[in-house]
C-alpha cells in the first residue's frame, strides 16, 4: 500500500491500481454540473489525509457519494493521479478500513484544497504582473467580445480512460485531455469500432489525434 504522499510526488499523471489509504477529513455538497453533450451529471470533491499529506479527490460516480463522508476512513483502488489530486470514475474501488488519526494541521490543509480562500481583488495591470498561476480576483467593464479561432492540434495519445460521454487521454507529454467519448468513437476505423473502447484501442498502440477546437471546445476528433 502506497502513502498518500508518495502517490502525489510520482513524475507521471496516470491510472494507479495499488491501494492508498486516507481519513476523509472534508466534504462539500455535491455538484451538478453539464457535460460536453448537454447531460446533467454531478461531481462530488473531498480532502483525504494521512499523517503526512492531505489530497483533494474528486468523484464522477454517484454511488460512490455515501462512502465519501467526512470522519470515515477508507481505502482506494483503481483511481487516477492528476496534477495535484486524484479522480475516481466507475471503475474506481472504495472499501472502508481501520480507522486512522490525522493531525489537526492535515485536516485544515484538506478543507483549504477543497474549499480555498478567496482570491484578493487586484487591478488589472497587478494581475497581469502575477506570476503564472496565481489566483487573482478582478473587476472591469467589457468593452469587446472577442471569438475565439477555430484551431487544428495534433495530440499523440499513449493511453485513455473512459467516463461514459467523457474519455480522458493520457498524452504523450504526461499531459491529459478530455474529449467527447462520441467524437472519440466516430473517429475509430469503422470495422473496429463495434468490437473495442478507447480504453482497449489506445492501450494496443500509440496513436495520433488530430483535434479541431474553438477556445476549450472539441468540435472534431481524425485519427491519423
Known amino acids: 500500500m502506497s502513502t498518500l504522499e508518495e502517490i502525489m510526488n510520482m513524475d507521471q499523471s496516470m491510472p494507479y491500481d495499488k491501494s492508498a489509504r486516507g481519513r476523509v477529513v472534508f466534504a462539500s455538497s455535491p455538484e451538478t454540473y453539464t457535460n460536453a453533450n448537454g447531460e446533467t451529471k454531478q461531481s462530488k470533491s473531498v480532502a483525504i489525509a494521512d499523517d503526512k499529506k492531505a489530497v483533494k479527490v474528486v468523484s464522477y460516480d454517484p454511488t460512490q457519494f455515501n462512502k465519501l463522508i467526512e470522519g470515515k476512513t477508507i481505502m482506494l483502488r483503481?483511481?487516477?493521479?492528476?496534477?495535484?489530486?486524484?479522480?475516481?470514475?466507475?471503475?474506481s474501488?472504495?472499501?472502508?478500513?481501520q480507522e486512522i488519526e490525522v493531525p489537526d494541521s492535515r485536516v485544515q490543509e484538506g478543507k483549504a484544497l477543497v474549499n480555498p480562500p478567496a482570491a484578493p481583488m487586484v487591478s488589472l495591470r497587478e494581475a497581469l504582473r502575477s506570476p503564472p498561476k496565481t489566483k487573482t480576483t478582478v473587476c472591469g467593464k467589457v468593452i469587446q467580445k472577442v471569438e475565439p479561432p477555430?484551431?487544428?492540434v495534433t495530440l499523440t495519445v499513449i493511453s485513455a480512460c473512459a467516463q461514459d460521454d467523457v474519455t480522458?487521454?493520457?498524452?504523450?507529454?504526461d499531459s491529459v485531455r478530455a474529449i467527447p467519448s462520441q467524437l472519440l468513437m466516430a473517429a475509430l476505423p469503422q470495422e473496429l469500432e463495434e468490437v473495442l473502447d478507447p480504453e482497449s484501442f489506445f492501450a494496443e498502440r500509440k496513436t495520433n489525434l488530430r483535434l479541431q477546437?474553438?477556445?476549450?471546445?472539441?468540435l472534431s476528433v481524425k485519427l491519423q
Open 168 to 173: 480522458e487521454l493520457l498524452l504523450s507529454d
Open 93 to 97: 474501488r472504495l472499501f472502508p478500513t
Open 213 to 218: 477546437l474553438k477556445g476549450s471546445e472539441v
Open 150 to 152: 477555430t484551431v487544428h
Open 78 to 91: 483503481n483511481f487516477i493521479r492528476r496534477d495535484g489530486y486524484i479522480i475516481l470514475t466507475r471503475t
